[in-house]
């Protein structure tokens, strides 16, 4: 029917219009992507004229083409230059057309990516329409059967295609739910996590990694929310919390007081929690005292008392400040006492005004840095000492070894011009006088030496008036310091003046002492026959009744005390320190008071401790112009044999004493003792040991007679300090044993022979002094070893004082005859005096 072809054709009207439509928007995609690859095309092209050009200026610059086109190389080269040229130009467009292949591809890609159903319908829609222009409108129904058909597949193809995208929007929104279920998961972590950091952990590195750790999956699934934000804030504060704790760790670790304050504050500041805070506080409580204790050094670097520094640092120790942090303060230390040395010794220079040691203290002061006001006032007592110094230095010198009245005058006048006080030139005036005062003992030594030329050689007073005078001038000049040498010709002459005398007293001077009657003889009736006439006679009765017979001598002492003996003998010392040989002995019958006149008694010093006092006295008066050397020896003449008393008794060998005299006739004894002695104590322990050693014995006249000669020898060498003369002088004192007969002594046996030996050595002396007084040429010095021992003792160069002790007794009458006979003899011997020169 008409009204179904009508529908039909209207069906298929609207067929063709959809295929139509479908078709133009197919074209118009078709254009487009056309569009684009022309537009690829041309970009390319660009790029290639681009790169081209590029390579051309590249040659340019390499010199590779001359401006006419020939290459450097010539016809070959050029050759072979285009050959490289076309090979790379064709791989270029080889490369070229593969990729516009591959856009063109691309393009049709594009141009057909509407669904596979779509083109299938543009196929047939095409096809359906040339069918249908061709078949004309006799096959409309054909067409609208066709049309139908198509649309009803076109229906069912977009059904199908409605229920692919519903599956598809069906699973996108459980995949929405799965996202959705998935963010809110990783939502509560970030919220737990973050929950969990807001009280601040104790691993905060910990903390950080977990929140980083949530952010970042929370940004995986493309979380948006307040958290993450609220997540990234809170770990800026933990990474801030956690440099806080790095460097709190870090000043824990240097134990820095001063960063540990500041690292504390900061990690407070931070957030740091309270129990990462204990460890630091309490190291900043350790380590607060030892800051306390630098900055107190610290603030002593300047104007600090080395005591204050020494307290400081010995405070700084005690609360454990290291060794090398100290270093440089132990060493301020040292400077600063080094400084205060040097300020100390500074003042005490100044105090004692001291020149020297003020200019040496000034210079270390200055560079030590001592206070400057300190330095001024030493330079101004320096300026002000320094002609003072001079002064003294000058006295110094005017008052040395080579003094002059000249020179201590100028510098008397010195020192009072430089304004020193009065006490400093005192000793240099004092020293003044005294040179004055030497000057004026000289000139009157010189007088009295002059005076004495003219004296009267043979009067013992007028001898004695002139060398008292120059005694007493010498010993003042001594006092006064005068010098040997000048003294020497005065000194010389008083010598000779005391010699002459005491040779004018006789060659041998001779005491006699007479002892008073003992108890012993009062009992048995005995009387005195003795008296002395005056102090030089001894008037003795007559044997037979007549007018008693009287004898002369030097002294008489009836008894005389102990030192009233030793006075006349006194001189005889200083003889014997003058060089001179000097012999003192006894002689007299046993019990007569020879070893009493010689040693004496407890409380009464007999001659020879008293010569040994007085030797000692006189060198000390003349210790600083001489120097004296002493020895001493003391021996017995036993029988006939020499003992040394001082080797007696004990169990070294001894050797035999031998007797000999030099070649200037002093006696020396062989393997003799002798001991030196520097006092007089020293000598009178060896004169108390000889005597105990002598032998002694019981006679009718004496319980403890001497059985032998005693000899004490004494040798003094002197030296000038000033003339270098060597003296040697020698005193030989002598307790000869008694004198008596044997008939009178009533001994026998082995002391009968003892008795016998000693008149024999008595006799030998007597012989001797007998050809001494006759004038003998030969002395019979060698008959007996007593007379050997007294060789240089009696005549030559000897002074020689005898005792002749007697008893007064009638019993002892004629005893005591020939003792006052033995010693009138003695006193005619003539000695030639000579002293001993070293």
């Not at 493309?222 to 609220?230: F, G, R, T, V």
């Not at 008392?305 to 454990?320: D, H, M, N, W, Y």
């Not at 001598?553 to 200083?574: A, M, N, Y």
Request: hydrophobic letters at 30%; charged letters at 40%; a negative charge.
């Amino acid at each position: 029917s008409s009204s179904s072809v009508a529908t039909h054709s209207c069906c298929v009207l609207e067929s063709v219009l959809r295929v139509s439509a479908f078709e133009h928007s197919f074209t118009d995609m078709r254009v487009d992507g056309e569009i684009s690859q022309k537009k690829r095309r041309e970009e390319r092209k660009e790029k290639k004229e681009k790169k081209e050009k590029e390579e051309d200026a590249e040659k340019k610059e390499d010199g590779g083409v001359t401006p006419g086109g020939v290459t450097p190389g010539g016809e070959e080269g050029e050759k072979k230059e285009k050959k490289e040229k076309k090979e790379k130009k064709e791989k270029k467009d080889k490369k070229e057309g593969k990729e516009e292949e591959a856009e063109a591809a691309a393009a049709d890609d594009v141009g057909e990516t509407g669904d596979s159903s779509k083109k299938e319908k543009k196929k047939k829609s095409s096809k359906e329409k040339v069918e249908d222009a061709g078949a004309g409108e006799s096959a409309e129904a054909a067409a609208a059967a066709a049309a139908e058909a198509e649309l009803k597949k076109k229906e069912a193809e977009a059904e199908k295609t409605r229920l692919a995208e519903e599956e598809e929007k069906r699973k996108e929104e459980e995949k929405k739910k799965k996202d959705a279920e998935a963010k809110q998961k990783v939502l509560e972590k970030l919220q737990k996590v973050l929950e969990g950091s807001k009280a601040t952990p104790d691993d905060v590195e910990e903390v950080m990694a977990a929140l980083k750790a949530a952010v970042k999956e929370a940004q995986e699934v493309c979380l948006e929310c307040q958290e993450i934000q609220e997540a990234e804030d809170r770990s800026k504060e933990l990474k801030k919390i956690a440099k806080a704790q790095e460097k709190l760790r870090q000043a824990i670790d240097e134990r820095d007081a001063k960063g540990l304050q500041k690292q504390i504050a900061k990690a407070e500041e931070a957030g740091v929690p309270a129990k990462g805070l204990e460890e630091a506080r309490r190291v900043l409580k350790e380590e607060m005292p030892k800051l306390e204790a630098k900055e107190k050094l610290e603030s002593l670097r300047e104007g600090a008392t080395s005591e204050q520094l020494k307290e400081a640092i010995a405070k700084a120790k005690e609360v454990g400040v290291k060794k090398d942090e100290l270093a440089e303060f132990k060493e301020l230390l040292t400077k600063l006492e080094q400084r205060d040395k040097i300020e100390a010794a500074l003042k005490k220079a100044m105090e004692d005004r001291d020149v020297e040691a003020l200019k040496s203290t000034i210079q270390q002061a200055e560079e030590a840095g001592v206070d400057s006001k300190q330095i001024k006032k030493a330079t101004k007592v320096l300026k002000e000492e320094e002609p003072k110094q001079k002064a003294r230095e000058q006295l110094k010198e005017a008052c040395g070894e080579s003094v002059s009245i000249e020179g201590l005058k100028a510098a008397i006048q010195v020192a009072k011009e430089a304004g020193l006080e009065a006490a400093e030139y005192a000793e240099a005036e004092d020293r003044l006088k005294k040179e004055e005062e030497k000057e004026r003992l000289m000139a009157e030594i010189k007088q009295v030496f002059e005076d004495s030329k003219t004296v009267d050689m043979s009067s013992i007073d007028d001898l004695r008036e002139k060398k008292e005078k120059l005694e007493s001038a010498l010993k003042s000049a001594r006092a006064a310091g005068v010098s040997e040498t000048h003294l020497f010709e005065g000194d010389q002459r008083r010598k000779k003046l005391h010699n002459t005398i005491e040779d004018l007293k006789g060659s041998i001077r001779v005491f006699c002492r007479i002892r008073p009657l003992s108890s012993k003889e009062k009992n048995q009736g005995d009387h005195q026959v003795t008296e002395a006439r005056d102090n030089m006679t001894l008037a003795i009765d007559n044997k037979d009744g007549g007018k008693k017979d009287e004898y002369t001598f030097d002294s008489v002492f009836t008894p005389g005390t102990q030192e009233e003996v030793f006075e006349d003998c006194r001189d005889l010392v200083q003889s014997a320190v003058d060089g001179y040989n000097v012999t003192i002995f006894a002689y007299g019958q046993t019990g007569a008071g020879k070893t009493f006149t010689m040693y004496g008694a407890p409380g009464m010093e007999g001659t020879s401790p008293r010569t040994i006092k007085e030797l000692y006295k006189v060198v000390a008066q003349n210790s600083s112009h001489f120097d004296y050397t002493i020895h001493a020896a003391m021996l017995e003449l036993y029988r006939s044999e020499l003992v040394d008393l001082l080797n007696k008794g004990s169990d070294v060998k001894k050797s035999k004493l031998n007797v000999k005299a030099d070649k200037q006739g002093r006696v020396v004894i062989e393997n003799l003792i002798e001991e030196k002695c520097e006092t007089a104590e020293q000598l009178q322990d060896v004169l108390e040991r000889g005597n105990a050693q002598r032998t002694v014995a019981a006679t009718a006249m004496n319980s403890e007679s001497s059985r032998s000669h005693l000899v004490i020898m004494i040798r003094i060498n002197s030296v000038n300090k000033d003339t270098k003369e060597e003296l040697r002088g020698k005193i030989l004192m002598c307790d000869l044993a008694g004198s008596e007969r044997i008939k009178k002594s009533q001994v026998t046996d082995d002391m009968q022979k003892e008795a016998i030996e000693i008149n024999k050595s008595l006799t030998s002396l007597g012989n001797v002094i007998e050809a001494l007084t006759k004038g003998q040429k030969s002395i019979p010095h060698r008959n007996h070893k007593l007379t050997q021992l007294m060789q240089d003792a009696l005549g030559g160069s000897a002074k020689t004082l005898m005792f002749v002790n007697c008893s007064p007794a009638n019993s002892n009458f004629e005893e005591t005859v020939n003792s006052l006979k033995y010693a009138q003899r003695a006193k005619t011997i003539t000695n030639e005096v000579k002293k001993k020169k070293g």
